[in-house]
């Protein structure tokens, strides 16, 4: 919504001009070699409408069978935020099986985070602690998705609720939100832990570099533990892409990863929907119904 993104893939939205984000529909008409009438196609820039004529190069094709039909799951837990919590994880989390390692996830409850819990769990870490800004939230983690315990940031103390849920230390961090929460998180990191930098929103409006610089003493602490801190982005790993949608989709029919998602019907909701996702309103994935054929 800035004029700059201060991204190379992202592009700003234009006043008067279609807004656009992750979608999926079915193709009604095609003069493009690869798709036909009936075809699922998705796009990172699918405008929001309910009908569209799109240049056939921009869109990919894909198949309900790995999501048993649940075709919103290719805009989440079976696309973009599903490859950003398992390649986040395998590039830069370091994680070894049975070596008793510690995660903590912060916006635990959202799209990547919800997910990134219970990949941390299913890759080898023995203990998983999300952090999120409910108690529902918190219950759902815990109850649902296998957390092993979720600390609530607007109540209590976040540095003392962590040290009694994290008694090892942290070694990974999968980090969604950046600010104060991640520098509590990284002061209670490990020696040679591994950030996994997936988002930082509470830094987005302000001037500064991606990532965003640490404060003096987190520094110092950072490099003091020989904290490791990377930018992460998933679109670099492209060719991990077709093999991590397959194991997602595994895991996802065997019961191993749950998904959950906020939906809401109809294009006139799109901005309310919008809103509430922005003031942490939904739990998953946030998702808008435009069409009742697509259930996208």
Known sequence: MNEDTGTDYIRPWELSQVVDGGGIGIVEESKHINFTKGDFVTSFYWPWQTKVILDGNSLEKVDPQLVDG?????????????????????EKGHITAGSNQTMVVSGAAGACGSLAGQIGHLMGCSRVVGICG????????????????????????????????????????????????????????NQNSHIILCGQISQYNKDVPYPPPLPPA???????????????????????????????????????LKIRETVTNGLENMGAAFQSMMTGGNIGKQIVCISEETSV
């Open 70 to 90: 649940h075709l919103s799951y290719f805009l989440g837990a079976i696309g973009i935020p599903g490859l950003t919590s398992l390649i986040g994880i395998q």
């Open 134 to 189: 409910t108690q529902e939230k918190c219950l759902f983690l815990t109850s649902e998705l296998g957390f092993d315990a979720a600390v609530n940031y607007k109540k209590g103390n976040v540095a003392e609720q962590l040290c009694e849920l994290c008694p090892a230390g942290v070694d990974v961090y999968f980090d969604n939100v950046g600010g104060d929460i991640s520098d509590t998180v990284i002061s209670q990191m």
């Open 218 to 256: 987190i520094e110092a602490i950072q490099k003091e533990r020989n904290i490791i801190r990377e930018r992460f982005l998933v679109l670099n790993y492209r060719d991990k892409f077709e093999s991590g949608i397959l194991q997602l989709s595994q895991w996802f029919k065997e019961g191993k």
